[in-house]
């Protein structure tokens, strides 16, 4: 059976995991860990997101970011 459809609120926070291939290591250092930080930070900034809390783990990665809230069009 498909998974529901996630609720996607503005300003709600999403949790959000990205885990290795059967079970296999997504950072292979910790310098490897490290530079997928750096690559996050790039992206938030970029993004405009915002990120409240995160754990970095050898076979997990996971956070907790709030959706962004619309920029009023000025109308």
Do not use: K, W
């Amino acid at each position: 059976m498909a998974r529901l459809p996630r609720l996607d609120l503005p300003g709600v926070a999403q949790h959000v995991i990205q885990r290795g291939n059967n079970r296999l290591p997504c950072f292979l250092d910790d310098a490897d860990g490290r530079d997928f930080l750096i690559i996050l930070r790039e992206a938030l900034a970029a993004s405009g997101c915002a990120l409240h809390a995160y754990a970095l783990m050898e076979t997990t990665f996971t956070c907790s970011s709030p959706r962004p809230r619309p920029v009023p069009s000025g109308e």
